[in-house]
Structures are given as structure tokens and as C-alpha cells.
């Protein structure tokens, strides 16, 4: 791997891969200190042009337990504001020394096009409508962990299919492992050339919940909605809403899951996050294992001494006092410009 920037791109094998070695890396979390040497010495840059709390603060911790550096920069203060390129201030950044950049940004298309631009490896945390692999990633893990092999799963995805860049990754990733998806919304918030897709499709939520052996809820992205493509969100959530009546009628043990953030009284019912199936936090706890398993596979194989894909070694008294040291080191904040 040099780069994540999606996955069609990524391909089975290494999808597969990555699925195999974050164990390990979930194994860490479980230490009396989460830390791991194995890229220390090494920076990932994040760099956020859209809001984010669960994806910007995941790859965070997950380079830090890898004992990288990391630079956080806020675009919303920093020389974007006046009037900086993307091109300019991510070579900028680059010039800092770092290794990576995890990239999220509004349009299509920016980390493919940052690779042009860098040497650095680049990590897609989500551009435009396009893809969210890490997301995509984090939710095989999960749902593998509840159902093993998915081969022959039945996975529903329901909600905001036209905007959502982790539909379209998660599709891609479920069928790449053998599940068949289903996905369930309104015709005006399916993507045109749907019928494209590797998959199938049904406005009636009640009519496919009996089949499932999962079910992906999506929020109402309504700040990348410019028209009118429903009537109201109380309609909405009417047809399309996950009541704890309509829970009740998965099988047993179904995992309703959620990229976050929920719209409770949209999508999901208020009630319906406190049922045991509903694994939202597990994806969260899972995303920092698969986050660390990507920058280990794009950032490992520079350092000579790192130890092998397949495992990590227990952490040794050495160790764990080396890594104990590091545990106060700050992240470094960007937020005054980085063109000065």
C-alpha cells in the first residue's frame, strides 16, 4: 500500500489484509499503556477541511498509540481563510517533515489529487459524495466480529444513499467479501446510475427487514442536500425511521449500525441506540484498531526495525516504560496559519 484512497482501490487482498492484522492492533488498546513504538519518529498530518469528531479524533489516537507525531491542523483558522490553495498548503505542511496525510475534504477527488502533489502517503478520510474507505474498513471489522465470514450475508443499508460517500464504500467493501446488500430508500435519494451497482434495491423498509443479518442506518445529510427531496423529515422517518417496533422484527442478534453522527427522531428512534445490537460504539472502538492497522501497512515497511505484518510482539517492561514517557506528549495544534 502507498496510499487509502479508496475502496475499489485497495482491492480484496489487501482489504482482507488489513482485516486480518487489526486484532493486533486491538489487542493494544487492552495494555495497561496503549502504546506501541513502531512509528516513532514518523508525523500524519490531519487535515480536515470539513467538520469532524469521530474520524479526525480516531486517526488521532490511532497514530499516537503508534507513538507518531501528529499535526492537527485547523483549516477553519488557519491561511485557507486567506485565501491559501489546497496545492500551497499542503505542500506547505509536507515541507514540515511529515509522512502522511489523512485528508477529509468537501470535493471529490482531493486526496487523489494530493498524491500528484506529495510524496507523502495519503489516507482518505472521506471526499465529497465519493468514498470513506477507513469507515468502510471499521464496519467489515464489526460486523465480521458479530457474524464472521460475511459470504452470503444480507446486509441493508437505509437512509441517504444519493449523498453518502459511506454507502459507497460500504457497498463496495461488503460485496468485495461476499455479502449481499440491499439498499432501502426513497427513489429521490438514490444515486442515478444506481442500477450500476452491485446490488439491490427496495423502498420498503418493513418488506426487508425480515431478511436481514444487518442493518446500516445512514443519516439525512441534509447540508449536502440543494432541493427539496422529500417532503418532510416527520414523513421521512415514518417510511424510513428504525422504531423499536420495527427493531423488534429483526432476528435475534441483527447488528443495527450507524457511521455516526445519529439524528435521533430522523433515522433511528431515541430509543433504539440503548438496544444491545446496536453496535455504534463498537464501530467507534474498532475504527482506532483499522486506523492503526493502515498506517502501520502504509508507514511500517520504512523503518527497518519494525516487526512483521502478521503480529506485533508483547510489549516488553523496556518498552512499555519508553512508551509510558511518551504518553504526555502533546499533539502539535496548527491554528495560526501554516503560510504565516
Same mark, same amino acid.
Given at each position: 500500500?502507498?496510499?487509502?484512497?479508496?475502496?475499489?482501490?485497495?482491492?480484496?487482498?489487501?482489504?482482507?489484509?488489513?482485516?486480518?492484522?487489526?486484532?493486533?492492533?486491538?489487542?493494544?488498546?487492552?495494555?495497561?499503556?496503549?502504546?506501541?513504538?513502531?512509528?516513532?519518529?514518523?508525523?500524519?498530518?490531519?487535515?480536515?477541511?470539513?467538520?469532524?469528531?469521530?474520524?479526525?479524533?480516531?486517526?488521532?489516537?490511532?497514530?499516537?498509540?503508534?507513538?507518531?507525531?501528529?499535526?492537527?491542523?485547523?483549516?477553519?483558522?488557519?491561511?485557507?481563510?486567506?485565501?491559501?490553495?489546497?496545492?500551497?498548503?499542503?505542500?506547505?505542511?509536507?515541507?514540515?517533515?511529515?509522512?502522511?496525510?489523512?485528508?477529509?475534504?468537501?470535493?471529490?477527488?482531493?486526496?487523489?489529487?494530493?498524491?500528484?502533489?506529495?510524496?507523502?502517503?495519503?489516507?482518505?478520510?472521506?471526499?465529497?459524495?465519493?468514498?470513506?474507505?477507513?469507515?468502510?474498513?471499521?464496519?467489515?471489522?464489526?460486523?465480521?466480529?458479530?457474524?464472521?465470514?460475511?459470504?452470503?450475508?444480507?446486509?441493508?443499508? $437505509?437512509? %441517504?444513499?444519493?449523498?453518502?460517500? !459511506? +454507502?459507497?464504500?460500504?457497498?463496495?467493501? /461488503?460485496?468485495? @467479501? #461476499?455479502?449481499?446488500?440491499?439498499?432501502?430508500?426513497?427513489?429521490?435519494?438514490?444515486?442515478?446510475?444506481?442500477?450500476?451497482?452491485?446490488?439491490?434495491?427496495?423502498?420498503?423498509?418493513?418488506?426487508?427487514?425480515?431478511?436481514?443479518?444487518?442493518?446500516?442506518?445512514?443519516?439525512?445529510?441534509?447540508?449536502?442536500?440543494?432541493?427539496?427531496?422529500?417532503?418532510?423529515?416527520?414523513?421521512?422517518?415514518?417510511?424510513?425511521?428504525?422504531?423499536?417496533?420495527?427493531?423488534?422484527?429483526?432476528?435475534?442478534?441483527?447488528?443495527?449500525?450507524?457511521?455516526?453522527?445519529?439524528?435521533?427522531?430522523?433515522?433511528?428512534?431515541?430509543?433504539?441506540?440503548?438496544?444491545?445490537?446496536?453496535? $455504534?460504539? %463498537?464501530?467507534?472502538?474498532?475504527? !482506532? +484498531?483499522?486506523?492503526?492497522?493502515?498506517? /502501520?501497512?502504509? @508507514? #511500517?515497511?520504512?523503518?527497518?526495525?519494525?516487526?512483521?505484518?502478521?503480529?506485533?510482539?508483547?510489549?516488553?517492561?523496556?518498552?512499555?516504560?519508553?512508551?509510558?514517557?511518551?504518553?504526555?506528549?502533546?499533539?502539535?495544534?496548527?491554528?495560526?496559519?501554516?503560510?504565516?
Amino acid at each position: 500500500m502507498r496510499h487509502l484512497l479508496s475502496i475499489d482501490d485497495l482491492g480484496a487482498a489487501d482489504l482482507r489484509e488489513i482485516l486480518r492484522i487489526t486484532p493486533t492492533f486491538a489487542e493494544v488498546a487492552q495494555r495497561r499503556i496503549a502504546k506501541v513504538p513502531v512509528l516513532r519518529g514518523q508525523t500524519v498530518a490531519l487535515l480536515f477541511y470539513e467538520d469532524s469528531t469521530r474520524t479526525r479524533l480516531s486517526f488521532e489516537v490511532a497514530a499516537k498509540r503508534l507513538s507518531a507525531d501528529t499535526l492537527n491542523v485547523s483549516v477553519s483558522t488557519s491561511s485557507v481563510n486567506k485565501g491559501e490553495s489546497l496545492r500551497d498548503t499542503a505542500e506547505t505542511i509536507e515541507a514540515m517533515g511529515i509522512d502522511a496525510v489523512v485528508v477529509r475534504h468537501r470535493s471529490s477527488g482531493v486526496p487523489h489529487q494530493l498524491t500528484q502533489w506529495l510524496d507523502s502517503a495519503v489516507v482518505n478520510a472521506g471526499d465529497g459524495w465519493h468514498q470513506h474507505p477507513t469507515q468502510a474498513l471499521l464496519d467489515c471489522f464489526t460486523l465480521e466480529s458479530r457474524l464472521g465470514d460475511l459470504s452470503g450475508s444480507h446486509i441493508a443499508i $437505509v437512509g %441517504d444513499i444519493k449523498h453518502s460517500r !459511506v +454507502a459507497r464504500s460500504d457497498v463496495a467493501a /461488503f460485496t468485495m @467479501l #461476499g455479502a449481499e446488500v440491499t439498499l432501502v430508500a426513497p427513489p429521490t435519494l438514490l444515486p442515478p446510475a444506481v442500477d450500476r451497482w452491485p446490488v439491490r434495491v427496495s423502498h420498503d423498509l418493513d418488506a426487508s427487514l425480515a431478511a436481514c443479518d444487518a442493518i446500516y442506518l445512514l443519516r439525512m445529510q441534509t447540508e449536502r442536500q440543494h432541493e427539496a427531496l422529500i417532503p418532510d423529515l416527520r414523513e421521512y422517518s415514518t417510511l424510513y425511521g428504525l422504531t423499536a417496533e420495527r427493531a423488534a422484527r429483526l432476528a435475534p442478534g441483527v447488528p443495527i449500525m450507524h457511521p455516526g453522527p445519529m439524528n435521533r427522531g430522523v433515522e433511528i428512534a431515541a430509543d433504539v441506540p440503548d438496544l444491545e445490537q446496536v453496535v $455504534v460504539v %463498537d464501530q467507534v472502538r474498532n475504527g !482506532v +484498531a483499522v486506523r492503526m492497522a493502515v498506517l /502501520f501497512l502504509l @508507514l #511500517g515497511s520504512s523503518t527497518g526495525d519494525l516487526p512483521g505484518t502478521s503480529a506485533l510482539p508483547a510489549q516488553s517492561a523496556d518498552a512499555e516504560a519508553s512508551a509510558e514517557g511518551d504518553v504526555a506528549e502533546p499533539v502539535t495544534e496548527v491554528t495560526s496559519g501554516v503560510g504565516g
